[in-house]
Nanobody
Framework: QVQLVESGGGLVQAGGSLRLSCAAS????????MSWYRQAAGKQRELVAV???????NYADSVKGRFIISRDNAKNAVYLQMSSLKPEDTAVYYC?????????????WGQGTQVTVSS
């Protein structure tokens, strides 16, 4: 059974940096997009950043220029380097892998890691 295991969350002061990691355990194939989402208390989950199999990236406007997403296909892992953190970045961050198997799409989610930015 595939599981996505996240790490790297924590408490940081505004202006600081954190690096989130997410790696798949178990056999997983045909990973297309790898993404990071976040959900702040009382708000809907939102897409933060996505990286395609070919390495193309896209970011939410709120994090452009501050966050960098990257992936290691050999390790089935995705990373999120977060810099110049703001209190409004406080949320639970989730990784997502979108895969295609025999023409069907499957989504895998991490368990979530808390990021708290103090002012």
């Amino acid at each position: 059974q595939v599981q996505l295991v996240e790490s790297g969350g924590g408490l940081v002061q505004a202006g600081g940096s954190l690096r989130l990691s997410c790696a798949a355990s178990g056999s997983i194939f045909n990973i297309n997009a790898m993404s990071w989402y976040r959900q702040a208390a009382g708000k809907q989950r939102e897409l933060v950043a996505v990286v395609t199999r070919g390495g193309s990236t896209n970011y939410a406007d709120s994090v452009k220029g501050r966050f960098i997403i990257s992936r290691d296909n050999a390790k089935n892992a995705v990373y999120l380097q977060m810099s110049s953190l703001k209190p409004e970045d406080t949320a639970v961050y989730y990784c997502n892998f979108a895969t295609t198997v025999f023409g069907r799409t499957y989504d895998y989610w991490g368990q979530g890691t808390q990021v708290t930015v103090s002012s």
